[in-house]
């Protein structure tokens, strides 16, 4: 392609997004959402197109929690800082300041707990909404409580 098309440095980025589809596809079928293969016996091509939906979608709702979670998350939240410091297109990247002092502390400026997206969802698994109502000096009484 020429220049004007795409440029070298453009080239390069394009081919560094590529490691975020593969560290995707590993998210969602192994390590974060643990989206199964499908079974030879369920094979049909409706069920196939559902399963990718599945997967695309579970990929999406993953991505959007790690953007307004990065705060709390051991992923990058500053992203013009790091790529501030980096070198060059072709240089690996590198953490900003404020990743690297939460990733040290292991605690956010707030000083909340900082986790890993599977410890973050593991956290979240355990919160429940409950809905409590009793009765005191015959007159009733609902609230909710979240543990």
Known sequence: MDEETLSATDTVKADKNLSQVEQAFRSYKTVDLKV?????????????????????LSYYVEWHMRE??????????????????????????????????????????????????QTLLDDLATIVKNTISTTIASKSFVFEKIT
């Open 36 to 56: 199964r293969p499908i079974s030879h016996s369920h094979y049909t091509a409706e069920r196939v197109k559902a399963h990718i939906f599945l997967c695309m």
């Open 68 to 117: 307004l979670l990065a705060p709390i998350l051991f992923d990058e939240d500053d992203w013009e800082a790091a790529a501030a410091r980096k070198e060059s297109v072709v240089s690996p990247a590198k953490k900003s300041e404020k990743a690297k002092k939460k990733a040290n502390k292991k605690r956010t400026s707030e000083n909340l707990p900082v986790h890993g997206f």
